[in-house]
């Protein structure tokens, strides 16, 4: 009776032992599955925030973009109103040399009518440098905004293919669990 109480014990101890291995076995592979679930998360967040940044840093160019063309277009305005308004100082000052009356006032007249169009003049080209600055700062513009748009391409692909990736793996394990039930 000893024997056979004995036998059933270690019957018994190793049938126990072998349902906690697997028991053992199952919780690895089930927290193996929660920790790269978890990993997919992370990477997923990750992916939304720099997608986020990416909208944020393209609408920013954009409004940039659109502030430095309207600052283009008044300097250009401002220049067609100095060019206009030189040619009318130009017009004055040749009545003034026309004029048969060389007294010492016309001269005067005729200086500061000199010196004006040398100002309007000086006035003219500063605001040119700055349409071409202008101009420079909205083509760099235009490249940043080209180049964010390509990075933002690049990146829904980049997303669209690792969400293909990790489901032809997850129909992948399905099928594993499948075979092995």
Do not use: C, W
């Not at 026309?98 to 169009?117: F, G, L, S």
Request: glycine share 2%.
């Amino acid at each position: 009776m000893r024997t056979r109480l004995a036998l059933i014990a270690l019957l018994l101890l190793s049938y126990i032992s072998n349902a906690q291995t697997s028991f053992q076995r199952q919780m690895q592979a089930s927290n193996a599955m929660v920790r790269q679930q978890n990993q997919m998360f992370l990477l997923q967040q990750q992916q939304q925030r720099t997608m986020s940044n990416m909208m944020h840093s393209i609408q920013s160019t954009e409004g940039k973009l659109a502030n430095e063309e309207k600052k283009l277009q008044k300097l250009q305005t401002k220049v067609t109103e100095q060019e206009a308004d030189l040619k009318l100082k130009q017009d004055e000052l040749a009545a003034l040399e026309k004029n048969p009356n060389n007294t010492p006032d016309a001269q005067k007249e005729i200086e500061k009518a000199k010196k004006k169009i040398a100002k309007s003049e000086g006035k003219i080209t500063d605001s040119k440098q700055d349409i071409v600055k202008v101009s420079n700062k909205i083509e760099d513009l235009k490249k940043k905004l080209e180049d964010d748009k390509i990075k933002k391409e690049e990146l829904v692909k980049k997303h669209e293919e690792e969400k293909r990736l990790k489901e032809e793996e997850k129909a992948k394990k399905e099928q594993e669990k499948l075979q092995n039930k």
